[in-house]
C-alpha cells in the first residue's frame, strides 16, 4: 500500500473516531443534563413540601436563592397577588361614585332619585361589558408565569402540571366572575326599578320611621313587590361574592399538590 493511501486511511479512521467520540459525548451529555434534570427536579420537590404560606416560601428562598423552582413559585405568587389587587380595582370601578353614598329618603329630591336611577344603568352596563377586562387581567398572569418557567428552565414535569393548574383555576374564577356580574347586572336593575316606582309616586307618600307610607294598597303592593325583588338580588350577589372570596388561598392553588398545603 502506498504512503497516500496509508496517510488516507489513518485520515479516514480518524474521522471516523471522532465521529463516533462526538456521537457517544453528545448521548451521554444529553443523558447526564435530563439525570440533573430530574436531580432538580426531585430536589425542588422536597424543598416545596410543607410550604403553606408567603412567609414560608421567603424562607425556603432564602436557604436556597438559586433553587429555580422556588423562584418560580414566588414569582408565581406575585403575579396572582398582583391579579387579584387588578381585579379588586376593576370590580371597584362598575359602580359610579354616586353609588357609594346611601340615599336619605327623608330629605332626597325627585332629581336626587333619578341622578341614582342614572348611576345605576351605568353600572348596569358596565356589569354587562366588564368581564373580558377580567380575562385579560387572568392572561397577563397567565403569562407572567408561563414566561417564568421558561426562563428560569423549571422541568417539565413541574411547569406542565403548574401552568394546566394554572388554566383550570383561571377558567373556574372567570365563570365565577361572570356570575357575579350576571346578578350584579339584575341587582343594578331591580334597584333602579324600586326608585323608578318611588321617582313616580314623590310627592303621594311619606317617610315615617324609616317606613315608606303609602295612600293607596295597590301601590304598597307594587312597593313590596320591587323592594323584594331589590333585597333578593342583592343577597344573591353578596353570597356568591363571599364564596368568591372564601376561595383564595394564601398559595395559588396550583401549587397546592406539590407543596402538600390543604
Request: aromatic share 8%; glycine share 4%.
Amino acid at each position: 500500500m502506498s504512503s497516500n493511501h496509508i496517510a488516507s486511511a489513518r485520515v479516514g479512521i480518524a474521522f471516523l473516531f471522532l465521529f463516533v467520540l462526538f456521537g457517544v459525548g453528545t448521548y451521554f451529555a444529553t443523558d447526564l443534563s435530563k439525570f440533573q434534570e430530574r436531580i432538580s427536579s426531585q430536589e425542588g420537590r422536597e424543598m416545596l413540601q410543607g410550604i403553606t404560606n408567603p412567609s414560608q416560601l421567603e424562607d425556603a428562598l432564602r436557604q436556597h436563592p438559586s433553587n429555580n423552582i422556588l423562584r418560580l413559585m414566588t414569582k408565581a405568587t406575585k403575579a396572582t397577588d398582583d391579579a387579584r389587587r387588578a381585579i379588586d380595582r376593576l370590580s371597584a370601578q362598575i359602580e359610579p361614585a354616586g353609588l357609594s353614598k346611601e340615599i336619605n329618603f327623608d330629605s332626597a329630591s325627585r332629581n336626587d332619585l333619578d341622578a341614582f336611577r342614572s348611576d345605576l344603568r351605568t353600572a348596569e352596563a358596565n356589569a354587562a361589558a366588564f368581564l373580558p377586562r377580567y380575562a385579560a387581567i387572568f392572561k397577563t398572569e397567565h403569562d407572567q408565569i408561563e414566561n417564568a418557567a421558561l426562563s428560569l428552565h423549571v422541568p417539565k414535569d413541574i411547569a406542565s402540571p403548574v401552568l394546566n393548574g394554572l388554566t383550570q383555576r383561571q377558567a373556574k374564577a372567570l365563570n365565577a366572575i361572570s356570575v357575579i356580574l350576571s346578578a350584579r347586572t339584575d341587582y343594578y336593575r331591580a334597584y333602579e326599578k324600586y326608585l323608578a316606582l318611588l321617582s313616580n309616586e314623590f310627592g303621594s307618600f311619606k317617610v315615617v320611621n324609616g317606613q315608606f307610607v303609602f295612600p293607596l294598597q295597590r301601590t304598597v303592593e307594587r312597593y313590596n313587590a320591587a323592594s323584594g325583588s331589590m333585597t333578593a338580588a342583592a343577597r344573591r350577589v353578596t353570597d356568591l361574592e363571599t364564596d368568591l372570596k372564601n376561595q383564595n388561598r394564601p398559595l395559588p392553588e396550583e401549587w397546592t399538590q406539590l407543596t402538600g398545603a390543604k
